[in-house]
């Protein structure tokens, strides 16, 4: 894999990591009471390919539950 390649999927995945930090903390907070939080973050290829199918599908999801305020 080229290293530019590499550095744009890194300055993806900070950048997301950074806004998804964000939106949880303030969803988090506006919601306070809430017991706890049930998530989940999808990862999917967005690219028109036209008239080719890619070979694979790129398919990732992860649910995870954040604890809420006790």
Do not use: C, Q, W
Not at 3 to 26: P, Q, S, Y
Not at 37 to 62: A, N
């Amino acid at each position: 894999m080229e290293d530019t390649m590499r550095r744009d999927i890194r300055r993806l995945l900070r950048t997301f990591g950074v806004k998804a930090d964000e939106a949880l903390t303030a969803h988090l907070a506006r919601n306070a009471e809430t017991g706890a939080f049930r998530v989940r973050v999808t990862l999917e290829d967005l690219t028109d390919y036209g008239d080719s199918t890619p070979e694979g599908k790129l398919e990732l999801e992860i649910e995870e539950v954040i604890s809420g305020a006790e």
